[in-house]
């Protein structure tokens, strides 16, 4: 995780027990500060501006303005905020939604308290985070058919030297740093080969790559 005393904290949930539950599960976590929380996504807009976080925790169902277009509103504003959605059991197609809309980080409301600061620490490290029940939920889209293989669509040469291999450790979720040591490159070297990726496929976020080598049937979340 980046150097950072305190990791300050913004949660949304248009249910209070959620929140408590949340609150409950942070309580006395080291180096993490609640700084404020919302019921709607209008009023997570409005104190991610007041506020500044540096993390977002936040329900994708929610009155007035929904998860999804509350994560486009911030990182349209607020790009280096980083989101972490929550989302029910069964909710599949809110979770390609909430990727499509730049979230760093995928949980489903019931993980441990555990779960949820390793979320944390992934997306300050620049990492896509999913947590076992939305990798499962991605296969599932997958296996329906809803993020339809492409692979075919992909010409032979479209991956340089090293670019594979790269945006399977990211999808990994392997640092720049682990990377540069598996690959034996320089660091500098990953960083570029990185926004290479991300302008070739139209990715975003790292989330956008782990999507779209899903799509393409370049990488199984739960393999």
Known sequence: ???????????????PECIDALLLALKGKLGIEVCGTAT???????????????????DIQMPFTDGVQATVAIKEIHPTVKIIALTQFKAESYLVSMMQS??????????SSKTI???IQSVLEHKPFF????????LSLLQQGKLG??????????????????????CNAKTSNEIAAEL????NTVIKYRQRLMEKTGSKKAAHLVLFAVEHGLFNPTD
Do not use: H, W
């Open 1 to 15: 995780m980046e150097s950072k005393e305190i990791i300050r904290l913004l949660i949304a949930d248009d249910q």
């Open 40 to 58: 709607n996504g209008t009023e997570l807009i409005i104190k991610t501006g007041r506020l500044l976080p540096d993390v977002v925790i936040t």
């Open 102 to 111: 730049g979230a760093d980080a995928f949980l489903v409301k019931d993980v």
């Open 117 to 119: 600061e390793l979320a």
């Open 131 to 138: 947590c076992e029940t939305t990798n499962r939920n991605l």
């Open 149 to 170: 293989n492409k692979a075919k669509d992909l010409p032979p040469d479209y991956f340089a030297p090293n670019e594979k291999e790269i945006l399977l450790l990211v």
């Open 184 to 187: 034996r490159l320089s660091y």
